[in-house]
């Protein structure tokens, strides 16, 4: 009973961590855009790769070395979170043009379905860049 309990307390804490860290990325992300915006004359498309490239590399090494605590990594890790990281865009994408543009939903309908992306996202990383 004492190691599942280790086992459901060190989860908590890694998913703690996890959510951390999705918030210091998205407000990178949301920073790094909007100064590009303000100050820069590149156009949304451009600021929104650049964001996300400087955003992706907060949400990776903070996940790899203290969410997951993980050393040394390797080009495969970093494609493995490319691909999950990847897998969570095309999710958000779907659900938003499935309920704003085919079922004329309002869009806040579909950010709280977006809401389940991160906890794909966590599985997704946890199994296939962390356990696999």
């Known amino acids: 009973m004492i190691k ?3 086992q459901f307390l060190s989860e908590v ?17 949301l920073l790094t855009f909007s100064l590009l915006m303000e100050y820069t004359n ?6 929104t790769i650049i964001a996300f490239l400087i955003a992706f590399s907060v949400t990776f090494f903070g996940n790899f070395y203290w969410t ?3 050393t040394n990594p390797e ?7 490319v691909t999950v990281a990847g897998c969570g865009l095309v999710l958000n994408m ?13 869009y806040l309908v579909a950010a709280i379905g977006m809401l389940a992306t991160p906890v794909i996202t ?11």
């Open 122 to 132: 966590y599985f997704g990383m946890k199994v296939i860049l962390f356990d696999g």
């Open 42 to 47: 590149v156009g949304a498309l451009a600021a």
């Open 94 to 106: 779907l659900i938003a043009v499935i309920v704003v543009d085919y079922l004329s939903l309002p």
């Open 4 to 6: 599942s309990l280790d």
């Open 75 to 81: 080009l495969r890790h970093i494609v493995r979170m």
């Open 13 to 29: 804490l890694r998913i703690s961590r996890f959510g951390v860290v999705g918030v210091i990325a998205t407000f990178v992300h």
């Open 68 to 70: 997951f605590e993980r």
